[in-house]
Nanobody
Framework: EVQLVESGGGLVQAGGSLRLSCAAS????????IGWFRQAPGKEREGVSC????????YYAHSVKGRFTISSDNAKNTVYLQMNNLKPDDTAVYYC???????????WGQGTQVTVSS
């Protein structure tokens, strides 16, 4: 059974930082892409970042490029999202997902709330 468990969300002031973690289990970590999408009230789901565990290639949404960094620790089956210089527009529930490739969402976790105050 695929399981993705997010942690690390919280309340932070604009300009602050948070690091999200996603602990993955139930599948061969190296064979899949793992990433993050977010969902804010009244807004469409937005793909934020993704990493291919096989070759470490990465993707970032234009809105977060230069501020967010995705990384993976294959030994721990964990993916991280370091979020710096956070803005109120980053406020959303962040979900970790896995798929055959970054552009699809096959499995995702329960989400973690990120709230950025101005």
């Amino acid at each position: 059974e695929v399981q993705l468990v997010e942690s690390g969300g919280g309340l932070v002031q604009a300009g602050g930082s948070l690091r999200l973690s996603c602990a993955a289990s139930g599948f061969t970590f190296d064979d899949y892409a793992i990433g993050w999408f977010r969902q804010a009230p009244g807004k469409e789901r937005e793909g934020v970042s993704c990493i291919s565990s096989s070759d470490d290639s990465t993707y970032y949404a234009h809105s977060v490029k230069g501020r967010f960094t995705i990384s993976s620790d294959n030994a721990k089956n964990t993916v991280y999202l370091q979020m710096n210089n956070l803005k109120p527009d980053d406020t959303a529930v962040y979900y970790c997902y896995s798929s055959d490739w970054c552009g699809d969402y096959d499995y995702w976790g329960q989400g973690t709330q990120v709230t950025v105050s101005s």
